[in-house]
């Protein structure tokens, strides 16, 4: 009996859940997904380890008479349902593609199983036959990005016959298969569909339903403990929180020196006009920021607006290739080409001899050659450099300026062309635009303000004549440019810095002084909101110039992250200076951080699958979840802090009152990241055919709500420590959601989620998840690497974070228990 009763009790339950999270996580540093799936998720040994977890699970129920409080049994039972849907599903499921070209059919599909360790392949008769009548890939306009793709089929099942349109979010279902579009040939005519035959999934949804219901019901179940911190704290802040929750120039011509001095006006004009760039219509505005960021990192050059240097660089290119602006970085590249220079940016003229050849060519056609994973440091950024190059040229020569419409936009997707462009494809045409556009470009080099207007208008009618039902409207643009000009974000990252030190700052005064001061307690409050009131309207501005949800790259998720943060700080967290302060510089950190990589910030479209109903609630409300763990985080720290001067202050109830506030945070994070994993698990399921993939992002999302579980059950195994166990595992579990987000997207980059950037991206915090890798592989060369390539500011960091914990360790017990 007694090994029954060790075999259900919590602590082998979170001792065998360590085990589990540590070999999911070793997963994910293998290097295909196949790898990981025959190393570890099909081993037997993996399904026991979900089988012994199960049996804990289900013994935990009877053991802690779980099964009286109907909300947490609820949550317990659907984990149990889920597990069964899945076992189900590996036993009696299989997936396959179905390739066929136009005009094809096929009564067979090729399913690839993982049996014993080993890949099998075999055909399996559908039992009814599938004929493409046709695929059709529609393009954003003027552009190769694929909008959607469609595969027009006709299913044939004896006598019975219907035609199906299977596109990415809408699947066709029959007699228990489900076929999803998944890709297609390089020429268009053949489409490639997924198949999955799952029995399991209706028995995975319904835990879904069960685990999300008993969630929300916790939150209002009297004898939960949610509830019990609830009334501690005060029920007024949680309530609120769930409430709201190439041409010739005229004589008129002016001098380079006297058009930089007059250019501002005309600049602006400039900036209005329309061009086409990466399937959008967009003003002149947002691709003159775009090049310039790409080409010197900055959005103004030697006291000129972005605006005015484009601009500078049509008019007047001698004088703009001599301007070192292109950003060049590193110096070794600046000694190859011969150059001495102690600035980061080079001119144009830099990397051309005197007949005019480039002088990088070799070396980047070299970088080039080289497999991405064997390409070091300066190839990348070679390569990176010739791409900078590169604008610059298509700037000078013109061709990145798409701003002419042929007479027949539908026969080519409404594709827009550049001058260069439309003199191959329309002569005649092109004499007529060329025209506007030449007298255009005198007015602007004279600064004839009125004659650029009236040359201006004439673009915009032509394009609006030709072109009309892809124009934006006049209000999207006037938003568009005023979204560039304030750039809201980079403004709002000091004043969050700023306001989150002041108050972190105040708030342990206040409570090292056991004192408050209401009216400044209140000031930071009103300032935070005015502030995300800002953030909030910038957010409401990018979606409506993007027409899509402010969250589906990095630059938006991270922009997001950081609103979820400052939201719940100020909602939740507003009556605690210290809290709001920690919420308040993690926010800013956030923007800075997108800030300081350079993430691209550029509005694009959105690729296929993304156009879901989905996204909105997937990543809304997982990217929520983050918000709070960024809270807890930086408050679980600021407590450890409270608990290494216990014994020199009275502290207590201030630890105690941080305590609760960090435990419904998570908690409340915690619901958040699950419905959040939930909803993307539909989402896969409904774009591509499975639930679960074991992609990286969804294993490192499975691995974050594990950790949490582990530290709100803590303080059932240690409950005389209860307030240190919830602050230590705030500050130390929160390394889990940094995986999540930039260790799959930056370091892993590998996977459905990944945002595929290069690795030389977020380097001051890959050296953090590179000894995870190299721990969990026993590669020391790879811990050794990754210890010294640790910047000093977070050494410093983790320097002071390791003493906080040795000195709050000794002071973890109170005189009685919390």
Not at 101 to 123: C, F, M
Request: glycine share 6%; proline share 3%; hydrophobic share 50%.
């Amino acid at each position: 009996m007694k090994s029954l009763d060790f075999l259900s009790s919590l602590k082998f339950g979170l001792l065998v859940l360590l085990i589990f999270i540590l070999y999911q996580a070793k997963a994910t540093f293998y290097p295909t997904e196949l790898d990981a799936r025959l190393s570890i998720y099909s081993s037997w040994w993996f399904a026991f380890i979900i089988f012994v977890l199960s049996l804990n699970l289900l013994g935990a129920l009877f053991k802690y008479k779980i099964y009286k409080k109907i909300p947490i049994f609820m949550i317990h039972v659907s984990v149990l349902v889920v597990v069964l849907g899945a076992a189900v599903t590996k036993f009696f499921g299989f997936e396959g593609v179905l390739h066929l070209r136009d005009g094809q059919e096929s009564s067979t599909i090729l399913v690839r199983q993982i049996e014993n360790g080993k890949v099998k392949v075999y055909r399996y008769d559908l039992g009814f036959r599938v004929r493409l009548i046709k695929f059709k890939v529609k393009m954003y306009p003027g552009s190769r990005q694929p909008s959607s793709f469609d595969s027009y089929v006709s299913i044939k099942d004896g006598k019975r016959s219907f035609d199906y349109n299977i596109y990415m979010n809408h699947i066709l279902k029959y007699k228990g298969f489900r076929f999803y579009q998944m890709s297609y040939d390089k020429d268009f005519k053949g489409t490639l569909l997924s198949v999955s035959y799952d029995p399991g999934v209706d028995i995975v949804y319904f835990g879904y339903f069960l685990l999300i219901v008993g969630l929300v019901l916790s939150l209002i179940y009297k004898k939960g403990s949610f509830y019990k911190y609830i009334s501690n704290f005060g029920k007024l802040s949680f309530l609120i929180m769930m409430f709201i929750s190439s041409t010739c120039f005229s004589s008129k011509a002016m001098s380079f020196a006297n058009w930089t001095n007059n250019s501002r006006i005309v600049s602006k004009i400039w900036s209005e006009v329309l061009v086409q760039s990466m399937g959008r219509v967009e003003p002149m505005d947002t691709l003159d920021l775009d090049v310039l960021h790409k080409i010197a990192k900055t959005d103004s050059i030697n006291g000129l607006n972005y605006n005015q240097v484009i601009l500078g660089m049509v008019l007047f290119p001698k004088h703009f290739q001599s301007i070192p602006m292109i950003y060049v970085g590193d110096k070794k590249i600046i000694s190859l080409l011969g150059i001495e220079s102690k600035g980061k940016r080079l001119s144009y003229d830099d990397f051309f001899d005197e007949k005019g050849r480039y002088k990088l060519k070799e070396i980047v056609l070299r970088a080039l050659s080289t497999p991405p994973p064997l390409r070091s440091a300066l190839d990348r950024d070679l390569i990176n450099l010739n791409e900078r190059v590169v604008v610059a040229n298509s700037v000078y020569t013109l061709s990145i300026f798409k701003l002419f419409p042929p007479l027949n936009p539908k026969s080519v997707n409404y594709t827009w062309y550049s001058p260069q462009e439309l003199k191959k494809v329309n002569p005649v045409l092109a004499m007529v635009y060329l025209k506007i556009f030449g007298k255009f470009l005198d007015a602007a080099s004279a600064c004839n303000t009125k004659m650029a207007r009236i040359e201006a208008k004439k673009i915009y009618n032509l394009q609006r004549k030709l072109s009309g039902s892809i124009i934006p409207s006049k209000l999207k643009v006037e938003l568009e440019i005023l979204y560039n000009h304030i750039d809201i974000f980079t403004k709002l990252i000091f004043i969050y810095l700023i306001l989150g030190i002041l108050a972190i700052f105040i708030g342990f005064y206040e409570i090292f002084k056991s004192k408050r001061f209401i009216k400044v307690d209140t000031t930071f409050v009103v300032l935070s909101a005015s502030a995300l009131v800002f953030h909030t309207a910038n957010m409401v501005i990018r979606w409506y110039i993007s027409n899509h949800a402010p969250w589906s790259n990095a630059y938006e998720s991270i922009v997001f992250i950081s609103w979820t943060t400052i939201f719940a700080s100020i909602a939740f967290f507003r009556k605690h200076v210290l809290a709001l302060g920690s919420g308040l510089f993690v926010g800013g950190v956030f923007l800075f951080v997108a800030f300081l990589y350079n993430l691209n910030p550029q509005i694009t479209n959105l690729v296929p699958v993304l156009k879901s109903y989905w996204l909105l609630f997937h990543v809304s409300v997982i990217t929520a979840s983050y918000g709070f763990f960024s809270v807890s985080f930086m408050l679980g720290f600021a407590n450890l802090i409270l608990f290494a001067f216990r014994r020199r202050f009275e502290l207590d109830m201030q630890i105690k009152k941080i305590s609760w506030i960090l435990y419904l945070a998570n908690y409340i994070g915690l619901i958040l990241l699950v419905m959040g994993t939930i909803f993307g698990s539909i989402w896969a399921n409904e774009s591509w055919g499975r639930y679960w993939s074991w992609d990286p992002k969804e294993t490192w999302s499975l691995i974050s709500i594990l950790v949490y579980v582990i530290v709100l059950h803590l303080r059932y195994v240690f409950p005389k420590i209860e307030s240190y166990t919830i602050s230590l595992g705030s500050f130390i579990s929160y390394y889990a959601i940094l995986m999540t987000y930039f260790g799959v997207n930056f370091y892993i980059s590998q996977g459905l989620h990944s945002y595929g950037q290069i690795k030389g991206a977020f380097s001051g915090m890959i050296g953090l998840f590179a000894v995870l890798d190299g721990l969990l592989s026993f590669d020391f060369k790879k811990i050794w690497w990754s210890i010294i390539n640790i910047p000093i500011p977070l050494w410093i960091f983790l320097s002071l974070a390791t003493l906080v914990i040795i000195l709050s360790f000794k002071n973890r017990y109170f005189s009685a228990n919390d």
